[in-house]
């Protein structure tokens, strides 16, 4: 199932991004035990240049070392974690965020890596920033799969992007999208945080309607 969702964002990402995705020079063959140590290394020494200095002046640093990761061990757990981190780091450190640089991050990695072991951190993460930053129609297309996922499968077990694609329908107007959302995570979520807004929602549209 998370192979599948996985997918399918890829798929949806890709539709509202103009850029095409460029997978990184893997670098010459080495073994990933050597790749694992020699990714450690890099991070102990961007550790050490930057644990002194203020966070934005850290920025370049930790780039440069992400990228170097990424592009030299490839097969460690440690350019993966790279991927997400430069991900976050275009979406919190920069201002304006820089949204597009992060779109491509996350395509490239999910071009990249067919068992995503950062996949979930990816996709909350961006996920958020589109939420947090009302990105509606960004947010509604990237949340389509998991809750086109959700509703073929009939297992919710995660309420956190039927809640996501449920409150960009709200707040896109397509109220009667929403209204089925709502109703889901009421029915399946019942005394969660999500289920306290989802019935405020709710409550809401019923007293537009009444007021027509």
């Not at 035990?33 to 934005?56: G, N």
């Not at 780039?63 to 460690?76: F, L, N, Q, R």
Request: aromatic letters at 16%; charged letters at 35%; glycine letters at 4%.
């Amino acid at each position: 199932m998370r192979k599948h969702i996985f997918l399918l964002v890829l798929v949806s990402i890709m539709l509202f991004s103009c850029k095409a995705a460029t997978v990184r020079n893997a670098g010459p063959p080495m073994a990933v035990q050597e790749q694992e140590e020699k990714a450690m290394e890099k991070f102990r020494e961007m550790l050490d240049k930057s644990k002194e200095l203020r966070r934005e002046d850290t920025v370049p640093i930790v780039t440069a070392g992400y990228d170097e990761v990424i592009d030299k061990y490839p097969d460690s757990f440690l350019a993966e974690e790279s991927y997400y981190r430069l991900m976050v780091l275009n979406l919190r450190d920069y201002y304006p965020p820089r949204e597009e640089e992060a779109e491509r991050l996350y395509r490239e990695y999910f071009q990249k890596y067919r068992k995503p072991r950062m996949g979930m951190a990816m996709n909350g993460d961006l996920a958020r920033y589109y939420y947090d930053n009302n990105r509606w129609e960004k947010l509604a297309l990237f949340a389509t799969p998991f809750m086109r996922e959700y509703i073929k499968s009939g297992k919710y077990g995660d309420t956190v992007f039927i809640f996501f694609y449920t409150e960009a329908k709200f707040f896109l107007k397509d109220y009667e999208e929403a209204r089925k959302g709502y109703q889901i995570i009421m029915e399946n979520f019942k005394g969660s945080g999500n289920a306290r807004i989802a019935e405020q929602r709710l409550k809401y549209m019923e007293s537009m309607q009444n007021n027509k």
